[in-house]
């Protein structure tokens, strides 16, 4: 399992779809919380975002997405085979 880590709203979805599997999960962080406001994305893997990211911006996430602790991070960092920063 990957752990990919995405801060900006600005991803490209077509490029990490290039790198993605099913087994691995997309970290929404900082900025890139705000896409859990969109319906129309189909996310190439599991889809994760960071609860303090979350509560600061205020938002509601209506995508489909697993709000997670700084501690459940953490976690998924130490048992994944690789940890990537996307950045585009």
Do not use: H
Request: aromatic share 6%; proline share 3%.
């Amino acid at each position: 399992m990957k752990l990919i880590s995405v801060i900006s709203p600005s991803v490209s979805l077509s490029e990490l779809s290039l790198i993605c599997q099913a087994q691995d999960i997309i970290l929404l962080r900082q900025d890139a919380v705000y896409l859990c406001l969109r319906r129309d994305l189909n996310w190439p893997a599991q889809l994760y975002a960071l609860d303090v990211d979350i509560q600061i911006r205020q938002i509601t996430p209506v995508t489909a997405v697993t709000v997670i602790s700084a501690r459940r991070w953490v976690e998924l960092s130490i048992s994944a085979e690789q940890n990537v920063l996307w950045q585009n």
